[in-house]
């Protein structure tokens, strides 16, 4: 009987040393299995630290907004391209995108009607020409077709950069497409009155790229949050619809003169 005992005793010791051996294994293999995820985890958050800490040194890199840029000749407040007298009694600033389709659909229905006050000698239209929607392409097309109507008001004067700037909005691409490539540019250009020996080289290499930077930025501080911005002596115009910006723009001129 007491052998007996002996051999049940042994049983149940041996089955309760298995029983703990089997709940050690199992929380040393739970403590690995924290280990190896924690260290995943560290990995990770390192790898994620460098790789971002690389995105905003390159992002810091491009971002160049607001370094000293020379101005094409010819510009007036430091970043338009003025259309008519300088002594016009009346100013009318007009912030456009050459990728913007709205600012292509003002220009369509508001040529006549600014030409007219300009023949007159009423009005001074200058054109603030940014890049809010380089985005809107694949080629930062806003950036390269104002640098290159930089590059014509530089090169050939006023007259031939405003032939530009309709011959652009006459010929504008879609939004989202990839612009105008630099030979159309250039092209057109021509098509204006540049020589093609003096608008090639700086249309290529984006000379005036950081000015368009510069003016873009400068923009926003005037609280243009949208284009087409249209200005009349500094007051901005309000409108809901196109037709609405052309009609509140021909009252603006008509109040300003008569006062």
């Given at each position: 009987?007491?052998?007996?005992r ?7 010791n041996a089955?309760?040393a298995a029983?703990r051996a089997?709940a050690?294994?199992k ?16 990995v990770v ?6 790789l ?5 040194a390159?992002q810091?890199?491009r ?6 840029a ?20 009346v100013?009318?600033?007009v912030?456009?995108d050459?990728?913007?389709?709205f600012c292509?659909?003002?220009e369509a229905v508001?040529k006549d ?12 239209v200058?054109y ?5 929607l380089?985005?809107?392409s694949n080629?930062d ?5 104002a640098?290159?109507?930089?590059v014509?008001?530089?090169t ?11 011959l ?7 939004e ?25 080289q700086?249309i290529?290499d ?7 930077k510069?003016a873009?930025?400068?923009s926003?501080k005037?609280?243009?949050?949208t ?18 910006l ?8 008509e109040?300003a003169?008569?006062?």
């Amino acid at each position: 009987m007491s052998k007996k005992r002996s051999i049940a005793t042994e049983k149940s010791n041996a089955r309760r040393a298995a029983e703990r051996a089997a709940a050690i294994r199992k929380e040393q293999e739970a403590k690995e299995r924290r280990r190896r995820t924690l260290t995943v985890t560290v990995v990770v958050l390192v790898v994620l630290t460098v790789l971002l800490g690389i995105g905003y040194a390159v992002q810091s890199s491009r971002d160049t907004t607001g370094q000293v840029a020379t101005p094409p000749d010819g510009v007036v407040e430091k970043y338009a391209f003025p259309f008519g007298d300088p002594t016009a009694p009346v100013k009318v600033a007009v912030y456009e995108d050459f990728m913007c389709p709205f600012c292509g659909q003002f220009e369509a229905v508001s040529k006549d009607m600014l030409e007219r006050y300009v023949d007159q000698g009423d009005v001074e239209v200058r054109y603030h020409v940014i890049s809010f929607l380089d985005g809107s392409s694949n080629t930062d097309y806003s950036t390269r077709a104002a640098n290159a109507a930089g590059v014509v008001l530089d090169t050939t004067g006023p007259e031939a950069a405003k032939k530009f700037h309709d011959l652009l909005y006459a010929n504008q691409p879609e939004e989202g497409s990839d612009g105008l490539s630099d030979d159309q540019l250039i092209e057109f250009a021509v098509e204006a009155g540049a020589q093609e020996s003096d608008v090639r080289q700086p249309i290529e290499d984006l000379k005036f790229e950081q000015w368009v930077k510069n003016a873009t930025e400068e923009s926003s501080k005037q609280d243009v949050a949208t284009t087409p911005t249209v200005m009349v002596d500094g007051e901005s115009v309000d409108f809901e619809t196109l037709d609405d910006l052309l009609a509140s723009t021909t009252d603006a001129i008509e109040s300003a003169l008569n006062n």
